[in-house]
């Protein structure tokens, strides 16, 4: 863990040393003004030398400003050296995040890797912070103090040691126990940002069903489970505070029973035991600093390993070495393939499923939910690798090509379309980041995307707010549809993306993707029969299993479930399953 994060220093690594090197000059200034002081109380103002007030006076101005100065640049270096490792921490998740596979995602709730960017990360800066300016201020200070009051008197000197022994058994007794609680809370706060995020993504949905008070309970809920644990470590820490002052007055009154003893016997000076009692409250600061800095590492340490695991995590799917990066068509081989979800409970999505698609050719893929139809096309874009078995495309098994090249050459419009925030162009332009205007709108002419993007005040330049919001559900899955095709893939999956268009926009879509794009191969997964039954081959799967694979006229006469499929619809009856916007079969590892 701490070789990952000492990484992400990376060009803050001078900065990071420099800050504790002015701190410690500015401790050694602060160490050294008090025994300037006793010089001055003795020879000085004991002394009635006014000469020896003004020489010892101005010397520890000098030390002042010496010491405020490099406290100023140690602050300045901290600062910038703790939020660059942050952000480079957040760069580095974010980078890896982007490499993860459908099951590496699977892994970490949203929730979680929002925590782990944000609270995580927000307390490894603060300890970074720490540890660059308080972490080495205390402990010097500490040392150099004792090393002063050695100086000046050996024997109650002692005295700091056996109340630093005292302070050190207590302090890890504490720690030890508060470190436990600390990894439960950041677990928590993944409870507690699932239920927001829950909430506002489905905000209309809670309204819609009148649920706010069971949101409120559940928020609720997961607030308090924060606030017991909480409680818990703060209840141990509190005791850290009392022990420590009463370990350190204990000093000072020990101090000033042997120290006026060692005046009154001339041992000490009046000024040397006054420096004495200086020392006492910087040891006594230091002490503070190093409880501070004792909490702060202890909740980090929870952090940094929430951090470094997902830095560290190995994607599941990764680029070959000198992988293909040429797709020689469209053709789709599956053989033998069975699929089983990491996360999930162990059973299998599909079993054993051996099919052949000719490039060019459309295929639609029906069947109840949960029969697998969505974990199928998910193997052919490689957005999970096959348990057993293989998947082909262009003659070559996916696991041989270089992702971008698969994924450029296997465009999918998913079950849950997304729009991001910006123009209606910038959207599409994610299909292809160099496509000309005259391309997107010929992209949103196949995709009956065009009728009603002319009908905005703004047409092309009409921006889009955060998930398509502003949009229908019907235009959403059309702008997903045209933004794919900018894509000019060689295959083209459409999983369930025309639900929520109508039965004639649905048929206007599936006739000019089968008259204007006739090389790419395309697999349409639908609940209608009306939106497959012209293609050149249908798929029927029931419980993963590929029950049947032909024409709609054949399946009809011989498939007992696409028959049991044909009889509960007719053409105007709409859907097998009732399908809606929010499904989500594809993450569902139950699919």
Sequence with gaps: MIKTLLKQIKQYRTAALLSPLFIMLEVVMDVLIPYVTASLIDKGINAGDMHNVYI??????????????????????????SSGFACNLRNAMYRNIQTFAFSDIDKYSTSGLVTRMTTDVNNLQNAFQMILRITVRAPFTLLFSIFMCFVISPRLSVIFLVATV???????????????????????YDVLNNAVQENVTG????????????????????AHGLYKLYVKAESLMAINHPVMNMVVYGCIIAIS???????????????????????????LMSLMMLSMIFVQVTMSAASGKRVTEVINEVPDIVSPKDGATEIPNGSIDMNHVSFAYKGGSGEYALHDVSAHIASGETIGVIGG?????????????????TSRGSVMVGGRNVRAYDLTTLRNGVSVVLQNNVLFSGTILDNLRWGNENASLEQCREACRLACADEFIAQMPEGYNTRIEQGGTNVSGGQRQRLCIARALLKRPYVLILDDSTSACDNATDARIRA???????????????????????????????????????????????????QEICALQD?????????????????????
């Excluded at 005292?166 to 600390?182: E, H, M, Y």
């Excluded at 939910?369 to 690798?385: E, Q």
Aim: aromatic share 10%; net charge neutral.
């Design 369 to 385: 939910t949960g029969s697998g139809k969505s974990s199928l096309i998910n193997l052919v874009s490689r957005l999970y690798d």
């Design 571 to 591: 053409e105007d009856a709409g859907d097998f399953d009732a399908p809606h916007d929010t499904r989500k079969e594809d993450m569902d590892h139950g699919a």
């Design 56 to 81: 010892y006076g101005a010397q520890m101005l000098f030390m002042a400003f010496l010491s405020m100065t490099m406290g100023i640049l140690a602050g300045q270096f901290s600062s910038y050296a």
């Design 512 to 562: 000019n993707l089968r008259d204007m794009a006739p090389q790419v191969t395309k697999l349409i997964i639908a609940q209608r029969i009306s939106s497959i039954k012209d293609c050149d081959r249908i798929m029927v799967l029931n419980e993963g299993r590929l029950s049947g694979f032909d024409t709609h006229d054949n399946l009809l006469r011989d498939n007992k479930i696409y």
């Design 203 to 222: 905000i209309r949905v809670v309204k819609a069903f009148v649920r706010e008070e069971h949101e409120k309970q559940k928020f609720g809920a997961a």
């Design 257 to 283: 029973w042997w120290g006026a003893h060692f005046v009154v016997s001339g041992q000490i000076s009046t000024g040397q035991l006054t420096s004495l009692f200086t020392y006492v409250m910087s040891i």
């Design 166 to 188: 005292i302070l050190a058994i207590v302090l890890s007794l504490i720690i030890g126990k508060v470190a436990k609680t600390f990894a439960q809370v950041f677990k928590q």
